[in-house]
């Protein structure tokens, strides 16, 4: 992957601190949530007669079956309507409350309690230091992380997924890079995709893809809401690196931390409704 900058203080010197709303009829918004509500929601109700007939007839294997399209359906609308709430409230310059969040222990617990629940040739490199304490706010940061990760499986170029994720200080900064071994973006789409509601495939040739168009707008919103700056460095069929960089912040001994049962125990956390269709969901 090319990198034309010498190092990491120009890199960020190179980038925007804010993110332009694009201007866009309310009705292309209107027809992309309505593509993305109306199939689960069709699924559920044309699973329930199934169902029903399967608990009437008594066929146990096929009631489950069904129970069971009904249950994943309702991850997928669950996870539309999250992503297009948080989407709401960042374009309507709604305020988030400002959290004094551990990133080190938020980053650390995401990826490691994702790995135990994704499938098998999902691999990760995980380096995190220890220290990291950022002004934000914990539901951003914690779509951000799925997010990026739900696009890597979304647009995987192999029958495998590899990440690498690391947390470092540097300089005086807090340095975030995670990289995927995903089809990459196309150059000229690179800056679209930081905008709500894109529904270009940036991955291929620009089609009109079946999905939001929210996650890196969403990634992007939460790293600026933490006073944080951000670089996409990507070649076309070379993946993608997502960097991200924070001041130091001296506030550890009252900051929020995160553990892995915070999203195991939850069925409903942000990593079962992000990642349901990879995942294993939890029992019903």
Request: aromatic content about 10%; proline content about 3%.
């Amino acid at each position: 992957m090319d990198n034309k900058y010498k190092d990491i203080s120009e890199i960020f010197d190179n980038t925007a601190d804010s993110a332009d709303i694009p201007e866009k009829n309310t009705m292309d918004y209107f027809d992309i949530i309505n593509r993305q509500l109306r199939e689960p929601v069709t699924n559920i109700f044309a699973s329930l007669p199934l169902l029903a007939d399967s608990i009437n007839s008594q066929n146990t294997e096929k009631s489950m079956e069904t129970l069971q399209t009904v249950y994943h359906k309702t991850y997928q609308m669950l996870k539309s309507v999250n992503n297009i709430s948080l989407a709401a409230r960042l374009i309507g310059k709604k305020e988030f409350i400002t959290e004094i969040i551990d990133f080190s222990s938020m980053v650390q617990s995401v990826f490691e309690t994702s790995q135990q629940v994704l499938p098998d040739y999902f691999s990760l490199d995980l380096q995190v230091e220890n220290g990291c304490v950022v002004q934000g706010n914990s539901t951003l940061l914690t779509s951000m992380l799925f997010n990026l990760l739900l696009n890597s499986f979304d647009y995987r170029a192999e029958d495998d997924v590899k990440v690498c994720v690391s947390l470092k200080a540097s300089n005086g900064r807090w340095i975030f890079s995670y990289k995927d071994n995903s089809l990459g973006i196309k150059p000229e789409l690179s800056q679209q995709v930081f905008e709500p509601y894109f529904s270009c495939n940036p991955y291929n040739d620009g089609e009109v893809a079946d999905k939001l168009g929210l996650g890196l707008y969403i990634a992007k919103q939460a790293i600026l809401h933490a006073k944080g700056t951000m670089l996409l460095q990507t070649e076309f069929s070379d993946g993608v690196k997502i960097i991200a960089s924070f001041a130091e912040y001296d506030g550890s001994a009252c900051a929020i931390k995160s553990r892995p049962k915070d999203f195991m125990l939850n069925k409903y956390s942000a990593m079962f409704v992000t990642l349901c269709d990879y995942c294993i969901l939890p029992d019903l």
